[in-house]
């Protein structure tokens, strides 16, 4: 992905080229949209699409990649932006933190638990036995450089272990630090970004040429009727990321088919992606930093609709420090707050991920389902038992019991919902199943 006006490799020009005459693929038209992105606690005025007639507005990506709830969240970045100092404090470990490129070799995980006020609320009240939130999982993977897609550095193992993960918390740096070597030289965060999203679409280029190959070979030459069809969806997916240098990510269409064919892949630039701006603890207190605007119109114009949140390593390595008395004064005294909540939220969501909740006085827990889940389906994340014997679900909104304060007064003001098996559930449902104990089979 290069700003206008940048030089391109001619190297990778033509191969691209080269494969563009190889496949003459039927060429593909295609819409894009835009949405607001978040900088701070504000809202930077982008412009939006007029909502389409019966539609609610910007239509929302599909869903891409692997269908489960124990997906993650990859930490990407150049070497020394503060990619493991980020890690350490989000999962208060201690990840090998120095300041030479590849200090993470292999991918260091942990799971984070997602906060949550509503969590915090259902435990209160029925003060339970058990409390488990839901988690995030976070993988720390090794810095790029430039010419990873060619193996440079740790390239080959950098990529797959991206290709491992189902998300990126894409991190960059904007703060200076004499101290601190940045593998480029001087502090430029547009510049990094480029860099990054440059080596995922090089890698993902790389990928389908052969993938083509051998479609065409069977599917074309060979008369496969069965595999044509795959052959079509990849000359489509070509004609977007090869011709037009637009991640797959980017095209708010793909049909069932043709994301069942991604799925199969799971190409790099899939993957949804929230950037993170490391800062100074200067500038992440003034909320001021001359990078912020270029980063925001750089997102809005190669990837609209992304989140990006800035943050100081250095504050929150300093809060993780500190006693909870030390810290609460330290934040009220300048005025600010960890960003880390809002940034675990944002990567939980962009994995499609959300929760509801079972609870009372044995255990207050959150479920994890993906979006769109039918209530069957998130019956089963508790025992199997529950999706095969569904009968229903009894719902409660959060809001609804906080507001009322018990179940019984949910019920008495009629606000206590039974659901059936078409029931999508929603983020934040407190939910009792009911359902039939499947027969065990006779003895003989």
């Not at 929302?60 to 124990?70: A, E, N, Q, V, W």
């Not at 993960?165 to 740096?173: A, K, N, Y």
């Amino acid at each position: 992905m290069k700003r206008e006006g940048k030089h391109i490799d001619n190297k990778h020009q033509g191969s691209q080229e080269l494969l563009n005459q190889k496949h003459q693929c039927p060429r593909q038209t295609w819409a894009q949209s835009t949405a607001g992105v978040l900088i701070g606690q504000q809202r930077l005025g982008i412009p939006k699409m007029p909502p389409k007639k019966g539609g609610d507005g910007i239509k929302p990506p599909p869903i891409i990649g692997r269908f489960g709830t124990s997906l993650k969240i990859g930490i990407v970045g150049l070497p020394n932006v503060g990619k493991s100092t980020f890690f350490n404090v989000l999962t208060n470990s201690q990840a090998s933190a120095e300041n030479f490129p590849f200090c993470t070799i292999d991918p260091n995980e942990s799971r984070v638990p997602v906060p949550d006020e509503r969590f915090d609320f259902l435990c209160q009240y029925h003060k339970p036995a058990s409390k488990i939130p839901a988690f995030l999982n976070v993988v720390d993977i090794a810095g790029l450089v430039k010419g990873a897609h060619n193996g440079q550095g740790l390239g080959n193992a950098f990529l797959s272990h991206i290709s491992a993960c189902d998300g990126i918390f894409h991190l960059t740096r904007a703060f200076e630090d004499d101290d601190i070597t940045h593998v480029e030289g001087s502090v430029d965060p547009v510049r990094d970004i480029e860099i990054i999203h440059e080596e995922l679409q090089l890698k993902d280029e790389e990928m389908i040429g052969p993938i083509i190959d051998k479609l065409e070979k069977v599917a074309v030459r060979g008369g496969d009727k069965k595999l044509k069809p795959e052959y079509d969806i990849m000359c489509k997916v070509k004609s977007w990321v090869i011709d037009q240098k637009k991640p797959v990510r980017f095209y708010h269409d793909w049909n069932d088919k043709e994301i069942e064919v991604l799925n199969k892949h799971l190409f790099l630039t899939s993957k949804p992606m929230v950037y993170l701006v490391n800062l100074s603890e200067k500038d992440y207190i003034r909320k001021k930093n001359k990078w912020l605007i270029k980063i925001k119109e750089w997102v809005d114009k190669y990837d609209p609709g992304a989140l990006v949140i800035p943050f100081s390593g250095a504050l929150e390595l300093r809060l993780q420090e500190l006693s909870a008395e030390e810290r609460q004064k330290y934040l009220e005294a300048n005025m600010t707050q960890s960003a880390l909540p809002k940034i675990i939220k944002a990567g939980f969501a962009a994995l499609q991920l959300e929760y509801f909740f079972t609870a009372g006085p044995d255990e207050v827990r959150a479920w994890t389902i993906r979006k769109g889940t039918k209530a069957p389906q998130a019956a089963g994340k508790i025992h199997t038992d529950f999706e095969k014997g569904f009968i229903m679900a009894e719902v409660m909104k959060y809001e609804d019991f906080k507001e009322e304060g018990s179940e019984n007064a949910v019920k008495a003001a009629g606000k206590y919902r039974q659901q059936g098996r078409n029931y999508i559930v929603e983020d934040g449902d407190i939910i009792f199943f009911k359902f039939n104990t499947p027969q065990q089979p006779k003895k003989k």
